[in-house]
């Protein structure tokens, strides 16, 4: 066994060193998910480590005028261990919890950024989640979310902005996710009551305005019944305030599961009801061709070895709201994810405006909304 650099600090947790975790589960893996926003433009990143596949890869994306560009990248994780790099792309920790830069060298997609996120507000450890199929855990992982602005370059085609304090979000995650690695299967004849999957609407949203920053993550069943709900305001005079209650009229492009915009309300600690209006700002992306969901073109997702590398792919394809499920151009429309991430203006209840980084998927039937 190696020791890399971060094995100076004593913060072990298991009698090995950092890089191998204490589980071997091959869908183990810990990472980043960064977003930088503004009027109709979208840069994504992130970097991902698999330890149990000795595997670190890593996705770019750029969504503008109705076009998504993406760069996936793989490599082996040992020995460079430590280095958060792989093909070209790069994270650096530049101060914990505080600044981070993430860069992407210019590539055959023909986009490039170097892009410093700064937090605008302390993280939010969001609740763990475990999920078991056949008596087997699936999912056992952690997040924790946090809003930033982000100030740097960012070129695509002949394009290039400086971009001076950006909407930014950012997560960090960790722990075994049954959908990164290789397809494993598991079999039984029938399932526990826990082990049935109920979430058919989620939301995920980061938000900043003028003064203060928000946060609410959300499940519910077809019936629009809350399974889960959780999130915060942090308030001009540094209190955050705990967030308890969601409601919600969202609109979508006809005929699609598309956001284009729509109203929510949310209740804090105190019962006091915010409500915020969204509109879509621009050009909306999907995770599935960053890498998510079978988006490599072996069909494989996230931390699948494919070799010592660099492996690099890159796809250019059209996105749009009213298009419906658009996405990578090698899979087939059935197959295809669609747009999940909807960057939208956001007007708060005192006339505060600013941007959310708007996450939301319908699995299957939601009634609320006629889906």
Known sequence: MRLTAYDEFPFHQHPTPFHIPATSDVHFNDGYFCAAFADDWYVVAGVRLHPNMNVIDGFAGIARRGEQRVLRASRVLRPNAAELAVGPLRIDIREPMRKVTISLADNEADFAFDLTFEAKASPFLEAPYQFRKYGHLIHDLVRYTQICSATGTVRRGDETVAPQQWHAIRDHSWGVRAGMGPVTSHGGIEREEEEIDRRRFRVWAPFSLDRYTGFFNTHEDEDGRPLDFEGCL??????????????????????????????????????????????????????????????????????????????????????????????????????????????????????????????????????????
């Open 234 to 371: 942090d308030m001009p005079d540094g209190s955050r305030l705990r967030l308890t209650g969601l409601r919600h009229k969202l609109d979508y492009a006809p005929g699609t599961k598309n956001v284009v915009g729509g109203t929510f309300e949310l209740c804090d600690e105190h019962g006091r009801w915010r409500a915020y209006r969204i509109e879509a700002a621009g050009t909306p992306a999907d995770v599935q061709g960053l890498g998510y969901y079978g988006g490599w073109r072996d069909g494989g997702s996230a931390g699948v070895y494919r070799g010592a590398g660099p492996v690099v792919e890159t796809d250019r394809y059209p996105s749009a709201a009213h298009l419906g499920k658009t996405g990578l151009l090698s899979l087939p429309e059935s197959k295809r994810l669609g747009p999940t991430e909807f960057p939208c203006v956001m007007t708060g209840p005192d006339g505060e405006t600013g941007m959310v980084h708007f996450e939301q998927h319908v699995f299957g039937a939601y009634r609320p909304y006629g889906f």
